[in-house]
């Protein structure tokens, strides 16, 4: 049989149902489609657009190696896809599931196009451990609740073991699109130069990097990992969210894994956790991106926005070391840790009092693993309008949250060379140490806002908001 396989976020050979279905049943031609056309479909940002041009690069070198080819494709996917199977003569169009609102109405329309047409069309669950509407709860609703949602997730069946990559493939090629003229490479200015040497995109660096992490840093992360300093994360998010690596393979090699403490083990699960529900509540809430989970917050009093305070949050000069150290790694770098990307969310939305959504579309434009699912949820559960969200009245300290978790400063230093020649407790919060700047005048900037005011406008904006008026 002639099979159409249309990869979406799944670039990958191994653990790829739809591609092992599509190889056991005879011929394949591989497409990949951008598609910025059909309605809803949020347009990749620009760091996520160099993520998939390096991952498209390498997934076709990949797919060479194994016999097949990647045709690159431009446009609606309801025109682009129909017409390329029948410019090839498939029988078959295979796909690996997709979970966001408008993502799934394409592929429910395209499958009964297909259908309709006399084609085989079939989609496989390869990038979540849990399908969003098998998680229930008692009552038959969706979980709102991380905990007992993760609990549920534990007691269900245990997830299936990765699907073998095929041997070799017999790929059918197609005319596609040439890579760079889809222009996805940031140029003047290239922003993205110092990503290369940070970020491997495409499978065996997705690959590379699960087994380093494996091997090092998963052995203290329970205890490490909310220390930006360190390497103790695994930093797989962009492999994950491009689908170079699942969660059913990340689930297999733990268990491979007899090294690591149950501890870390059961954090890291969790954490992987974390992700599956952020796609459960995208799945039942479609507009997470745009509407509060929580009505009630609609009416809150956002400040009008301040285009100079929002520049100076993304550009990383408010005057607070860790907020300004996170702001420029996600520039320098594509990516943020996490408890800074909690500390530098709380300041946006709490000391300054900006809308979330300002936040979450500079996050979706500046992250390599911009999600459609965790973005929106994790900035809504910081600013206290999401489902499971940090209470409103909890802000992060950005001076505490910096002395505790990067202590000596190191995290600091990395990223505001300003600041690197001061000592450790006074780096923290310059300011306060006039001796210290006299000896060495800073180019940085004074506090954009005080923290115990700009702490308590936050709270009071909440009180009106909590009653009514
Ligand atoms: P690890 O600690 O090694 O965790 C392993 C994996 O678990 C991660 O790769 C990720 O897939 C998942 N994970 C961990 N924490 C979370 C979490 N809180 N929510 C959902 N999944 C999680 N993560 C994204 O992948 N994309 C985003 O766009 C994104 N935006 C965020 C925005 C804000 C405001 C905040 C506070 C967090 C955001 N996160 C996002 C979650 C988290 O910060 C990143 O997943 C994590 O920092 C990635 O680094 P890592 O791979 O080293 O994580």
């Known amino acids: 049989m002639k099979t159409l396989l249309w990869l979406r976020d799944d670039l990958r050979l191994q653990d790829n149902p739809a591609l092992a279905a599509a190889a056991a049943a005879g011929e394949i031609a591989v497409v990949y489609l951008l598609d910025e056309e059909s309605p809803g479909i949020r347009p990749l940002g620009g760091a996520a657009r160099w993520w998939l041009h390096h991952s498209l690069e390498s997934l076709a070198t990949t797919l060479a190696e194994a016999g097949g080819s990647l045709i690159l494709r431009r446009g609606r996917a ?67 609740v991380f905990t007992p949602f993760w609990r549920a997730c534990r007691e269900a069946a245990e997830p299936r073991p990765p699907v073998a990559e095929p041997g070799r493939i017999r790929g059918i090629s197609a005319a596609g699109d040439e890579l760079a003229a889809w222009q996805l490479l940031p140029r003047n200015p ?29 052995q203290a992360y329970a205890v490490g990992r ?18 170079e690596l699942s969660p059913f393979q990340i689930w297999s090699a733990l268990q491979g894994s007899p090294g690591i403490a149950a501890e870390d083990e059961r954090t890291f699960r ?45 550009q990383g000069n408010t005057g ?93 230093r990395s990223f505001l060379p300003e600041l690197a020649g001061l000592p450790a407790p006074v780096i923290h919060e310059p300011w306060k140490h006039p001796t210290a700047l006299d000896e060495m005048p800073l180019d940085y900037p004074e506090p954009l806002v005080e923290l115990g005011p700009s702490r308590q406008r936050a709270l ?7 009653d009514g008026n």
């Open 190 to 218: 290239d922003w993205a130069s110092e990503f290369s040497g940070i970020w491997t995109p495409g499978e065996p660096g997705a690959q590379r990097r699960l087994a380093e992490f494996l091997d090092r840093n998963a």
């Open 320 to 412: 607070y070391p860790l907020v300004d150290a996170g702001m420029r790694q996600l520039w320098q770098t594509g990516w943020m840790h996490n408890r800074v990307r909690m500390v530098v969310a709380s300041f946006l939305v709490k000391n300054l009092l900006i809308d979330w959504r300002a936040g979450e579309q500079w996050f979706w434009d500046t992250l390599v693993d911009a999600d459609a699912a965790s973005n929106p949820a994790n900035w809504q559960w910081v600013a206290g309008s999401g489902a499971d969200a940090a209470p409103y009245f909890r802000v992060f300290n950005p001076v505490t949250q910096s002395k505790k978790f990067d202590a000596d400063g190191k995290y600091l």
């Open 270 to 314: 969790s954490e992987v956790g974390w992700r599956e529900f952020c796609w459960h509540l995208l799945y039942h809430h479609p507009d997470l991106a745009d509407r509060n989970y929580r009505s009630d917050f609609d009416a809150f009093a956002w400040q009008p926005a301040s285009d100079a305070e929002l520049a100076a949050w993304q």
């Open 78 to 144: 309801a025109e682009a896809i129909p017409g390329l199977a029948r410019e090839i003569g498939a029988e078959a169009v295979f796909w690996n599931r997709r979970y966001g609102g408008a993502e799934r109405q394409v592929d429910a329309q395209l499958k009964s196009a297909l259908r309709t047409a006399g084609l085989q069309v079939a989609s496989f669950q390869a990038n979540l451990l849990f399908e969003p509407w098998t998680m229930q709860t008692g009552t038959g609703g969706h979980y709102k």
């Open 226 to 243: 909310d220390e930006p300093g360190l390497e103790a994360t695994s930093r797989l998010s962009p492999h994950l969210r491009f689908g």
């Open 460 to 466: 009071d904006a909440y009180a009106r908001l909590r």
